[in-house]
């Protein structure tokens, strides 16, 4: 159901973090790394991982913008997902990235904003926000990651989290872009060899983070699938559970639309 005297945002998860929202006839898509395999390290491991496609990249229909949270690793932006950002003609990114993605990138550093034309006749506002991986501020300034938030005067306020593993950037956001209607967030603690802590929150820290920004839907992304990724959907539902929080968590499965 749309929010309350609000146009109706569309959500679709295709796979892993990457997802498809449509805002007033604008389509957005947040990290394409659908189909994508790498590897990573974990201990002493090395682990290779797969997320298949729910649906193919070629298939993805024409796309305005890219919210890219860093370029740095294929579960952000894969092969097929780099051949993806060849034809779009808007990439919203970090700094570091937009200067090695071409002439369609740009750079968000926290709180810049750029407004786009949707073809319903209204507007709507794109804000970078902070993120930070790991708890570790050393190893933080490896990898530079931005979060995003949509918003309009007509429009729900949506918040995608990116790469973000810090509760204090999503008291940021909550702060200054708030009132949250939609948090998109990234789930799924995977431990590695490069980070001290995890890139991403744990369920309890989604949890968390949900009462921190009080949004009515909270999408958690991904919240299965990763072969990395240690805890999943039941972690989650636990962890809602807990805070009295059920009500407000939907998880979308690979493929799933949900209208809100």
């Known amino acids: 159901m749309a929010t309350t005297g609000k146009i109706a945002v569309t959500v679709r998860l295709l796979g ?17 790394t659908v189909g994508s395999q790498s590897r990573i390290a974990i201990g002493n491991r090395t682990l ?14 024409p796309i305005d913008a890219v919210l890219l949270c860093h ?4 579960r952000n932006v894969g092969d097929s997902g780099r051949r993806l950002l060849s034809r779009v003609p808007l990439i919203m990114t970090t700094l570091a ?19 786009l034309p949707r073809p319903d006749g209204g507007c709507l506002r794109i804000t970078g926000v902070p993120a930070r991986r790991g708890t570790d501020p050393a190893t933080q300034l ?46 799924g603690p995977a431990p590695t060899a490069l980070l001290d802590g995890y890139p991403t929150l744990t369920s309890d820290e989604v949890a968390q983070a949900a009462q921190i920004v009080d949004a009515g839907t909270v999408i ?6 990763w072969a990395h990724v240690t805890e999943g959907i039941r972690d989650l539902s636990a962890a809602f559970a807990r805070r009295g929080l059920n009500d407000r968590l939907r998880i979308l499965t690979p493929g799933e639309t949900a209208t809100l």
């Open 16 to 32: 892993g973090p990457t997802a498809m929202i449509e805002i007033g006839g604008l389509r957005l898509l947040t990290d394409p």
């Open 48 to 61: 290779t991982k797969t997320q298949p496609p729910a649906v193919p990249v070629d298939e993805i229909p």
């Open 71 to 74: 370029d740095q690793h294929s």
């Open 97 to 115: 990235a937009a200067a090695r993605l071409g002439d369609a990138a740009r750079a968000m550093p926290p709180w810049y904003h750029l407004s």
């Open 142 to 187: 490896s990898v530079e990651v931005t979060g995003f938030v949509l918003s309009g005067a007509d429009t729900p306020t949506v918040y995608i989290s990116g790469c973000n593993a810090r509760l204090v950037a999503i008291r940021a956001v909550a702060d200054r872009c708030g009132p949250i209607d939609i948090a998109m967030l990234y789930a």
């Open 220 to 225: 958690p992304v991904p919240a299965e699938g």
